[in-house]
């Protein structure tokens, strides 16, 4: 069975800093695609980033990007220079077979 | 840009009342999904059809049924809604094609409260 583990179900930052969002999983497939979502207050849910698990490059997009390590299941999020616009829920999310599994979510808020 | 529509954002319903829940995409996706999202609990899968009249359960099927009788429609039915029935729905689909990078495309969501 896979599983995907959100071990802060919040987190709070100061606007400008830098904040990272952990994320674990389990499976023992070899071939699979991690993605974080974030869904802010008004409930869209929408891409933040993606990583392939073949890939060793962890995926950056802009002032969002991973630490994925394999061996360890691990899937972290950093985000840098926190804007208030930040502020939102974020999903952890693995997917295989195209299925796809979510984490309970972490709610961020970016203090001004 | 993708569009995945629910037709409908806020909904009251009493208990027993037969619900239908809509979701339209504009992308061809061969897949589609029901999730159901409660606090601490995150999303939790309803059913999903990768096909047209295809359908399969997933984590919490009980109470609910889906329909899918064209690729770009998926409905959730609630046959008779109860008050645990209460919560957020999102709708989702996604290419079957891993070159697509499979991403997974979500509604806006449907609030349903019954009382």
């Known amino acids: 069975a896979q599983t995907v583990t959100q071990s802060q179900p919040e987190m709070s930052v100061q606007e400008a800093e830098t904040v990272t969002l952990s994320c674990t999983y389990d499976?023992?497939?070899?071939?699979?695609?991690l993605f974080w979502y974030k869904q802010p207050p008004s409930r869209q849910m929408i891409l933040v980033i993606r990583?392939?698990?073949?890939?060793?490059q962890n995926a950056t997009e802009n002032r969002f990007s991973v630490n994925f390590q394999k061996a360890a299941k691990s899937f972290s999020l950093k985000i840098s220079d926190s804007q208030l616009g930040d502020t939102a829920m974020y999903f952890c999310?693995?997917?295989?077979?195209?299925?796809?599994?979510f984490g309970t979510g972490t709610s961020l808020t970016v203090i001004p | 840009d993708v569009k995945v529509t629910q037709s409908s954002r806020y909904l009251v319903k009493r208990t027993g009342e037969k619900v239908f829940l809509e979701c339209v995409q504009d992308?061809?996706?061969?897949?589609m999904f029901w999730y159901r999202q409660d606090p601490g609990l995150g999303l939790r899968l309803i059913y999903f059809?990768?096909?047209?009249?295809?359908?399969e359960k997933g984590d919490i099927p009980e109470g609910y049924s889906v329909s899918r009788e064209k690729k770009e429609r998926f409905s959730l039915i609630l046959e008779s809604a109860s008050t645990n029935q209460t919560s957020m729905y999102l709708c989702?689909?996604?290419?079957?094609?891993?070159?697509?990078?499979?991403?997974?495309?979500f509604g806006e969501g449907s609030w349903l409260t019954v009382v």
């Open positions: 989702a689909s996604s290419w079957i094609s891993a070159s697509s990078g499979n991403t997974i495309y």
């Open positions: 499976t023992s497939e070899s071939n699979y695609y």
């Open positions: 990583q392939e698990a073949y890939k060793q």
């Open positions: 999310a693995f997917m295989t077979f195209n299925q796809f599994y």
């Open positions: 992308m061809d996706h061969e897949n």
């Open positions: 059809s990768y096909d047209v009249k295809m359908k």
